[in-house]
Structure formats: C-alpha cells, structure tokens
C-alpha cells in the first residue's frame, strides 16, 4: 500500500522560508510523478508544483521563482523548498503521487483527481 507522510510545516514570518518533504513508501512503480498541492481555508485545493518521473518541474504561476520542487530517488522522498514566503501562502499543503502518469503537468492540470495523497502539513506565514 502506497504511504505519503509530509513533514516539515511551521509558521514563519513574511519573507521566510520553509523545506516540505513528502517520505513516500510501498511502491514499485518507475513511471510516476509527484507534485505537490494546497488548500487554504474557504478555498478550493490548487496545485503548486509538480515533478516528472525524468525531473521535468511545473510550477503554478503564483510560485514561480520562489518554491522549487524536488525528488531524492534514493531516499524516496520529495521536497518542496518555498523561500520568500507570503501570508498568502498559508495553507495545508498535501503531497500527491499519480502512478497512472509520468506527467507533473497532467497531475496539475487533473487536480490529483487519479492521486494518492498525504495527509498534509500546516505552513502558516505571518505578515
């Protein structure tokens, strides 16, 4: 059974920054992407960034140029580095993986909608 436990939320003042991991487990699949989404209260979920299985990253406009995602294949586990962090950026942020594509694209642009997922974890930026 595939596991996807996310770490490394906190609160943080405006123009900080944060690393997010995702530890993923119980899976053999090579052609895969993971990516990364968020959902702040009384909004929709929205995708943030996403990897290919060969490293190819997508961003959502709104972090591009300050979150770079990221996939340590040996430890299984994917990262999210967000720097210069806004109050707009709090949210619940769920780590997604979508075996049924090698596509970050397809996993933004489906919503996660064929993903598995984390649980999440709180990051909360103060102005």
């Known amino acids: 059974q595939v596991q996807l436990v996310e770490s490394g939320g906190g609160s943080v003042q405006s123009g900080g920054s944060l690393r997010l991991s995702c530890a993923a487990s119980g899976y053999t699949y090579n052609n895969y992407c993971m990516g990364w989404f968020r959902q702040a209260p009384g909004k929709e979920r929205e995708g943030v960034a996403a990897i290919d299985s060969d490293g190819t990253s997508t961003y959502a406009d709104v972090v591009k140029g300050r979150f770079t995602i990221s996939h340590d294949n040996a430890k299984n586990t994917l990262y999210l580095q967000m720097h210069r962090l806004k109050p707009e950026d709090t949210a619940m942020y769920y780590c997604?993986?979508?075996?049924?594509?090698?596509?970050?694209?397809?996993?933004?642009?489906?919503?996660?909608?064929?993903?598995?997922w984390g649980q999440g974890t709180q990051v909360t930026v103060s102005s």
């Open positions: 997604a993986a979508d075996f049924s594509s090698a596509s970050g694209r397809w996993l933004l642009s489906s919503g996660g909608k064929l993903a598995t």
